[in-house]
């Protein structure tokens, strides 16, 4: 049986984060929690929505009982069908599912009477994603699903995201209403959504109730597609940047070599510095657009590579998209800027071994060493754990830590730069 009483209030499940961000998983519930009172009253006392699931509040029937039925209309399948005096049911499942809610009244002679017919229909009404404060990459990954579902569906799109992202956003998506979680908070709005959908990775979600598949099966962006019910092939996500000019005259290429966890990190000891010589004797500068020229935790810590231009600091997003955007190449890791520089439009070598190409965005130029122990990530049976920065779940404190990305040789990687300047 496919239903939640009015026992379980509703109250998103928590447990939902982004890739790498140890804040959102902190984060004791990154969504806006829908309000208690279902916003579209169908009469009678009767109230519902979808914004958490099919959500039906049925009144007190004293001289009486009320049936009401759930249907899965794209697969004609009744989920749930129950007869009760009172409750608030919530459908179990929290994706996009085209519901239909039906409730008959039954008096005590018996007599049946239709009070209720409702066929899930968002065109011209307030539909809510909303996309966890989180990692760049996953909500670049995830906004163009965002985009079709507002074309597909016709309704008037609401995307609460971190306000960073607004000014990447906004005039490429004038049809898509971005906002923060803390405004929508404030907003009136919130009592005429008619439904709502949660887009994130749910690690612990083994019974697919926020999303109908496992993300690791396929890939951190299109999961996206399936929990908004979108076709989850790939896009870029567009972005229209206010200073669109040219940093500097000379050809360069980019870099970013910092990450939220060891495991995303090249953990070959000489990579980077084989590859920025390899660069500067084409001609190139190296340009590294990291936030910080630093980063790691207790005794390890990895540094800015020597030889690389230093451009890191707490920028907007749009100055490192202009400087992706004019670059002759992006060097990077399975982590923000890459999916920045998708977005840009800029040619990206990406090395990881700690995820499966699959997780990603598609390029050329993926490296990863199957030679090696590789994509602990996308094996459910291993929890990321957001919290140790020196996760490896298979070869932890030993001579085989991190060589998913160890054994990826500088030789590889300067020969996907060369195949791809040359590209």
């Known amino acids: 049986m496919s239903i939640e009483s009015s026992a379980n209030a509703p109250n998103p499940e928590a447990r939902a984060s982004s890739g790498g961000s140890k804040e959102a998983a902190a984060e004791p519930n990154p969504y806006l929690v829908p309000t208690d009172l279902p916003t579209n009253d169908a009469g009678e006392g009767i109230y519902f929505d979808f914004n958490w699931g099919a959500r039906v509040l049925l009144p007190p029937k004293p001289d009486g009982r009320w049936r009401a039925t759930?249907?899965?209309?794209?697969n004609s399948t009744i989920i749930y069908q129950g007869e009760l005096e009172e409750g608030h049911l919530s459908s179990t499942k929290k994706f996009y599912i085209r519901f239909a809610i039906d409730v008959q009244r039954i008096a005590s002679d018996g007599t049946e009477t239709q009070v209720l017919h409702h066929e899930f229909d968002a065109r011209d009404k307030i539909v809510l994603v909303q996309l966890p404060v989180g990692t760049l990459g996953d909500t670049l990954g995830w906004f163009p699903y965002v985009a079709r579902f507002a074309e597909q569906s016709g309704a008037r799109v609401i995307c609460c995201l971190a306000g960073v992202f607004i000014p990447l956003f906004a005039k490429a998506y004038p049809e898509i209403e971005l906002t923060t979680k803390?405004?929508?908070?404030?907003?009136?709005l919130r009592s005429q959504i008619?439904?709502?959908?949660?887009?994130?990775?749910?690690?612990?979600?083994?019974?697919n109730i926020n999303q109908p598949c496992d993300f690791r099966y396929v890939g951190l962006h299109r999961t996206a597609?399936?929990?908004?019910?979108?076709?989850?092939?790939?896009?870029?996500?567009?972005i229209v940047l206010e200073d669109d000019t040219r940093p500097i005259e000379e050809p360069y290429v980019?870099?970013?070599?910092?990450?939220?966890?060891?495991?995303k990190y090249w953990n070959n000891p000489g990579g980077w510095l084989g590859v920025i010589a390899f660069l500067k004797k084409?001609?190139?500068?190296?340009?590294?657009?990291?936030?910080?020229?630093?980063?790691?935790?207790?005794?390890?810590?990895?540094q800015i590579p020597h030889g690389a231009e230093d451009q890191t600091g707490n920028r907007p997003l749009t100055e490192r998209a202009r400087w992706l955007k004019h670059a002759d190449l992006f060097v990077g890791l399975s982590s923000g800027l890459s999916w920045l520089a998708w977005a840009a439009?800029?040619?990206?070598?990406?090395?990881?071994?700690?995820?499966?190409?699959?997780?990603?965005?598609?390029?050329?130029?993926?490296i990863i060493s199957w030679h090696a122990c590789n994509s602990c990530w996308n094996d459910p049976r291993h929890m990321?754990?957001?919290?140790?920065?020196?996760?490896?779940?298979?070869?932890?404190?030993?001579?085989?830590?991190?060589?998913?990305?160890?054994?990826?040789?500088?030789?590889?990687?300067?020969?996907?730069i060369a195949d791809a300047l040359e590209a």
């Open 225 to 238: 597609g399936y929990i908004l019910g979108v076709d989850p092939t790939e896009s870029a996500p567009k």
């Open 194 to 207: 008619y439904a709502t959908y949660h887009v994130g990775l749910f690690f612990d979600d083994t019974d």
């Open 70 to 74: 759930l249907t899965d209309l794209d």
């Open 282 to 302: 084409r001609g190139y500068r190296v340009i590294c657009i990291d936030q910080k020229p630093y980063s790691g935790t207790g005794i390890v810590w990895n």
């Open 182 to 188: 803390e405004d929508l908070e404030e907003s009136p």
């Open 345 to 366: 439009g800029t040619k990206t070598v990406m090395i990881s071994g700690f995820t499966h190409p699959n997780n990603e965005f598609q390029t050329p130029w993926r």
């Open 254 to 263: 980019c870099i970013a070599t910092q990450a939220s966890s060891q495991c």
């Open 384 to 416: 990321f754990d957001h919290n140790d920065f020196l996760w490896c779940p298979r070869h932890a404190n030993t001579e085989r830590q991190f060589e998913c990305s160890k054994l990826i040789s500088t030789d590889v990687v300067t020969k996907n």
